[in-house]
């Protein structure tokens, strides 16, 4: 059924709102990453949906995971005002998807920048051998068992892993700059992984302004030209976790999770 524009911001449930979108913790798991990117892509198609407000508490994660964030952040941004809230702290990876934003907005006391990227790996070779297990390998190709944990790497494997790192250090910096408006040259000169307070930050150009997530609401509410109405946009729980334990199974599926991360190799924009 079809409303006329008067009629319809009459009834409750077709008005014209802002969503605030939750991004919190680690940015890692690709199950959950592709349903937060579900679900901004629902934002941006949402026509009663005139503007998002990204609310932010990480410390970073999976380099790919935050770059995966970042674009969807950025598809939003294309259509209608998206502004980032730093409640605590968007570092690293968090800080990359707070770029991805129309303008940021933190509270003086949080925490933004940590520019920088870490590439971990485990190795395990001594405790295989102190439980008295070998590891036979064949393989094609000269670098196919590269970086398993079962052995050290060779200066050529460190080598290229360096050139690996460099690159997505060069495209973090890049990005940031792009987004930011400021020189590429400056953000190398802040991209040492070091943390900075939002109030120092928004001198250094990384955040607009400070305040509360209430600021960011308005400034959103303002730049879409809209009565201020909220909407929370949060990701739905499984049914057997909300049925048997919200929190047991949540932890569970986390250290589950975390115990396998640690077990690959992996390219994190990471705090």
């Known amino acids: 059924m079809n409303f006329p524009d008067d009629r319809a911001q009459q009834l409750p449930w077709l008005r014209n709102r802002i969503a605030v979108f939750e991004l919190h913790g680690a940015i890692a798991g690709g199950s959950r990453c592709a349903q937060q990117v579900r679900l901004l892509h629902a934002l941006r198609e949402d026509k009663r949906i005139r503007g998002v407000v990204l609310d932010i508490d990480s410390p970073g994660g999976s380099a790919a995971l935050s770059d995966h964030l970042h674009r969807a952040v950025r598809s ?58 070998q590891m036979y390998v064949s393989r094609v190709g000269e670098n196919k068992d590269m970086l398993q944990p079962w052995r050290e790497p060779t200066p050529e494997e460190d080598r290229k892993l360096a050139g690996l790192r460099d690159e997505y250090y060069d495209w973090f910096i890049e990005t940031v700059a792009a987004r930011r408006n400021l ?67 949540a932890a569970a599926d986390r250290l589950i999770g975390e115990i396998e991360s640690r077990l690959q190799v992996r390219a994190e924009f990471r705090s």
């Open 76 to 133: 939003v941004a294309d259509r209608k005002p998206v502004v980032a809230h730093v409640r605590s702290a968007a570092l690293s990876g968090g800080y990359l998807v707070a770029c991805a934003a129309t303008r940021i907005v933190a509270l003086p006391t949080g925490m933004v920048g940590s520019i920088g990227v870490i590439i971990a790996r485990p190795i395990v070779r001594d405790l295989l051998e102190r439980i008295g297990v």
């Open 183 to 249: 020189e590429p040259a400056r953000v190398r000169e802040l991209a040492t992984g070091e943390i900075f307070t939002a109030n120092r930050g928004q001198t250094l150009g990384l955040v607009d302004d400070l305040g509360d997530i209430d600021t960011a609401v308005d400034m959103v509410t303002e730049m879409a030209k809209v009565p201020r109405a909220v909407t929370y946009a949060r990701l739905r729980r499984p049914l057997l976790e909300r049925l048997l334990s919200p929190v047991g199974s």
